[in-house]
């Protein structure tokens, strides 16, 4: 089973600031199968980012994915007060599919 | 518009059975996979499992093979998650969860159906 570990597990930044969250995997994922995903306090968790890099249906220009192998990353350019949140990564392979931990966004 | 309705919220106490639903529309129910995600209070999410509806192929993750069972009735679009014996431990957050069709990743989320395990 392919384990990702996000960094950092918090995140302290404010309003305008630039958020760079790290996913990475203990083998090599299919950059097709790299995903990102929002979740905000009693909701459920929203697709941000999938193929490592492309943006869902109507998610903001700000918020990016990159990466390749074992090493992700999803940048959120200017944060806007509605970015604070909790972000996954997700990977699919081999017929299964894992999710790192977790990284928190909080206000500053 | 594509949409996935959990059923609501359950209160069980240990060792009694569960049957939780997910019905989909605003698509072709039969042609994409669900899954199962869960989130225990305060924590991550971790996939359970999934099935594709048109035949009822189903793959477990390996920490939960054993534990619960996930079926469909493609006739009503509605996917299932069910224990036979519930544990204080099962008490979590489970999520459905439609999965794209090309790049493994799930595109549309059910609301969420709230288990609390208490004696």
């Known amino acids: 089973e392919i384990v990702l570990t996000q960094s950092p597990g918090t995140l302290s930044l404010s309003p305008g600031e630039r958020a760079t969250l790290s996913c990475r995997a203990s083998?090599?994922?299919?950059?097709?199968?790299l995903a990102w995903y929002q979740q905000k306090p009693g909701q459920a968790p929203r697709l941000l980012i999938y193929g490592a890099s492309s943006r869902a249906t109507g998610i903001p220009d700000r918020f990016s994915g990159s990466g390749s192998g074992t090493d992700f990353t999803l940048t959120i350019s200017r944060l806007e007060p509605e970015d604070f949140a909790v972000y996954y990564c997700?990977?699919?392979?081999?017929?299964?599919?894992?999710f790192g931990q977790g990284t928190k966004v909080e206000i500053k | 518009e594509v949409q996935l309705v959990q059923s609501g919220a359950e209160v069980k106490k240990p060792g009694e059975s569960l049957k939780i639903s997910c019905k989909g529309s605003g698509y072709s129910f039969t042609s994409y996979w669900i899954g199962w995600v869960r989130q225990m209070p305060g924590k991550g999410l971790e996939w359970m499992g999934i099935i594709y509806p048109g035949d009822s192929d189903t793959r477990y993750s390996p920490s939960f093979q054993g534990q619960v069972t996930i079926s469909a009735d493609k006739s009503i679009s509605t996917a299932y998650l069910q224990w036979s014996s519930l544990k204080a431990s099962d008490t979590a957050m489970y999520y459905c969860a439609r999965l794209g069709r090309m790049w493994g990743n799930f595109d549309y989320w059910g609301q969420g159906t709230l288990v609390t395990v208490s004696s």
């Open positions: 083998q090599s994922v299919s950059s097709s199968y």
């Open positions: 997700q990977q699919y392979g081999s017929s299964a599919w894992t």
